[in-house]
């Protein structure tokens, strides 16, 4: 297990490092001049210069990567250029927001995926199974900014039953949070759902067909016990791998998402600092994120051992 680890946790930091390197870059290539942003528009010449020499936006794109770096590792991501907040504390605000946006999706996603799969697959070519299939299938197809704009006509403009947007916090009215989380949740929810249950599905059906399985029937075993048991814990070890590769896409998702419902997360505060071109705050917010992907990626290879611990982490197999 801890040589497994040490390996993982190598492959995450190069990998880090080479996202560090095409953020730093890439965020280099958009159109426009921070300095100008930031200095204003009715700033002169000499007023852009003195900000680009104050930021440090004149020097070579190597060293002004390497002070990045340096600074990073020190936990300091630097300074937002429109707002002068640190990009620490502006990301500190905006995440928790995220993340709970996350869990409901997450927990609508499970919730509808896991049984609606095993039902399918238990009742594989019966009207359950098209009817669940055909629901996967829509789920994939609609996109996350239609069906926001769907949810908030009938729900908030006809029915009057949810907010269309904002967003309180859950320790200053526990009930408006989930009034307003709900629909953004609902729609991020479901796409991921729809993956979810096809997998999960695909899953049961090829350990329903394992020899284990036929041999608890021949024993006399309960359906339920068969498929509750021993079916839908060796069936979730692919499950999981989908989850968590799903989460950048619902990170992803998140930036769509909190447009619509004016939800003030992480996905809207990525949009911002691309469009006022706040190198520090767009370059701290995309090694944040990629740096909880790595970390949830890892937590998901080694979820695998406590699924099933026959699966081998290490060089040998684990004995029972």
């Known amino acids: 297990m801890f040589d497994f680890l ?28 921070p300095a100008r942003v930031l200095a204003g528009t009715e700033a002169d010449a000499a007023g852009i210069e003195a900000v680009r020499e104050k930021y ?8 002004q990567y390497l002070r990045w770096v340096a600074l990073a590792l020190r936990g300091d991501l630097g300074h937002s250029i429109r707002t002068r907040e640190s990009v620490i504390h502006t990301v500190a605000t905006k995440l928790p927001i995220t993340i709970e946006l996350a869990f409901l999706s997450l927990f609508i996603a499970v919730g509808i995926a896991i049984p609606a799969g095993v039902l399918a697959a238990v009742r594989r070519n019966t009207l359950w199974d098209m009817l669940a299939s055909g629901a996967s299938l829509g789920g994939v197809s609609i996109p996350n900014f239609w069906l926001g704009i769907m949810l908030i006509l009938f729900f908030s403009v006809q029915l009057g039953w949810l907010p269309a947007s904002g967003f309180v916090p859950i320790w200053e009215s526990p009930l408006d949070n989930v009034k307003r989380m709900i629909m953004p949740a609902f729609v991020l929810g479901t796409a991921l759902a729809a993956v979810l249950m096809r997998q999960t599905r695909n899953s ?17 075993l309960a359906g339920r016990v068969v498929v509750f048991r021993h079916a839908i814990r060796n069936s979730l070890i692919p499950v999981v791998t989908i989850l968590g ?4 896409a619902l990170m992803s998702g998140a930036v769509v998402t909190e447009q619509i419902f004016v939800v003030p997360g992480f996905g809207r505060l990525i949009v911002e600092s691309v469009f006022t071109r706040d190198y520090p705050l767009v370059q701290g917010v995309v090694l944040i994120t990629a740096s909880s992907y790595v970390l949830i990626n890892l937590l998901v290879d080694v979820s695998y051992s406590l699924l099933n611990p026959r699966i081998r982490i290490g060089g040998t197999a684990r004995e029972s």
């Not at 440090?56 to 060293?63: A, E, F």
């Not at 049961?204 to 006399?220: C, F, L």
């Open 6 to 33: 040490v390996q993982r946790a190598a492959i995450s930091v190069v990998t880090l490092f080479v996202i560090s390197l095409i953020v730093f870059t890439g965020v280099r290539m958009i159109p426009g001049d």
């Open 56 to 63: 440090g936006l004149g020097d070579p794109i190597p060293v």
């Open 245 to 248: 590769l799903q989460m950048g």
């Open 204 to 220: 049961m059906i090829e350990v329903m067909s394992a020899d284990y399985i036929r041999t608890a029937y021949s024993k006399g």
